[in-house]
């Protein structure tokens, strides 16, 4: 899953860890459909494992 979340930010064209592409209120270059679709698809993938397994495994981790 972390290298999806690297491919999120491939998609907007920056590299991992350090995100210039990233500013307040956007990104500093043009977006089109495809990226945005591509981008939507994994963090829908990403969302799943949070909500699914990660959030599990935090809260058991947790309360030992």
Known sequence: MRRRAHELLA???AKAPGTPVFVP???TGALDHGMIERGLRILDELSYFIENQ?????????DT
């Open 11 to 13: 998609v907007f064209g």
């Open 25 to 27: 209120g956007g990104v």
């Open 54 to 62: 990660y959030l599990a495994d935090a809260f058991l981790l947790a």
